[in-house]
């Protein structure tokens, strides 16, 4: 154990031992002896010599540590990658290191005894002038980001961390603190907010083109839906007139008359519902409260023929108000639940089950049956216009209902999706945001 590791009596001690073992050894020839009645005094002065010259050695060593123990801090304090200042209550700098006076591009003798202030602008002046005067009057670590202008005309983004402390006896407070460069990392945001901004912009415009392209094509096929139902219709009437001017007709002639009529028939009944499809993507939809229980009332007085000589279970599970527009979601449980009572009409007893189920932005809705069910290789062809999982021998319909349910949702801001395996049932999803969608009208 070192001097310096013991307490100042056991110091003291070892300091008096050290003494005497020195005082007790001869220094000066036994011829030169002082006199008997001298020894004591004599022996007082080597004692009292000998402990200066040991605090001298203790007190030399101590201020060489206190040296090498400034110079290193002093190295840390100008070495480090941040600049640190102290300033007075007026914002004087009274310390700062070599990294903030390279920040500033000055000596470190012009920079003190200035305000820090000198080297920003006056908008960043205000601002600090604020920061500093909150900082002195209530004490505590507070943070604020700065431009500072540089003694040459650079600029750098400071974030300033700063802390009050009390100064010396008759001094009032003192402000510590820290300034960090973060030029880069400011230059890195403003980079990549140039660039999200470039792109929305790209974004906008591509989108707003390809709106402009789904309006014109949507334009050229209900214009060209529209169109052909006069001619389907000529079509029936001049078969319809042939078949009954012809003298003799065969059963061959009859047979083919038949098939230009049921196909003209179901050409008019798909351009019919591709019509559907496009009045309701040009209709306005009102979005409003809507509560669903209500909704489904009505929709199984609508499909009472359906169920009648059947045996259905139909149950529902609590389902909840949501923002959207009543008629549209009538429509939507009118297209899953016909089509569930449709594809479970080859089971004695049809199930079909409602519910709701909540998550913190969306409410998310099912109908569930117990049906035929689907492959769910196929699921992407559901929700398609014109596509059908089967024949029109096993289940009539024309493959528009699941596309009305997916437009109609899509209105709604939310998606549509099912799940389902052969002969074990099916369940549709649909999700409706619990915020109407971005350009709603008429949303309460």
Known sequence: MSAHDLSAPERGGLLREQTEQRASAPVVPAALAPAPDDDHTQHELLVHQIELRLQNEELNRKNLELEQARQEYEQLFDGAPVGYATLDETGLVL???????????VERGQLLRRRLSTYMDSTDSRTFALFLRRMMTDPGRRRVDLWLQGAGGQRVAAQLEAEAVPGAPGQGWHCRLTLTDVTMQRAAQDEVLRLNTALEAQIEERTRHIRELNDELETFLYAAAHDLTTPLRHIRSFTAQLSAQMPEPTDEHLRCAANVEQATLHMEHQLRALLTVFRLGRSRMRFQPVDLTRVLHEVRKDLKPEL????????TDGLPRVLGDSLALQLVFTHLLGNALKFSRPRPQARIQVGAQESE???????????????????????????????????????VGLALVRRIVNRHGGRVWAEGKVDQGATFWFSLPKAPPAGAADAR
């Open 95 to 105: 310390r700062a290191n070599l990294t903030l006076c390279r920040m500033l591009e």
């Open 308 to 315: 009648r000589g059947r045996e259905v279970a139909l149950s």
């Open 361 to 399: 932005r969306e409410w998310l809705l099912y109908v569930r049956d117990n049906g035929v069910g689907f492959n769910m290789r196929q699921k992407e062809r559901l929700f398609g216009v014109f596509q059908r999982l089967h024949h029109n021998t096993e289940f009539e319909g024309l493959g």
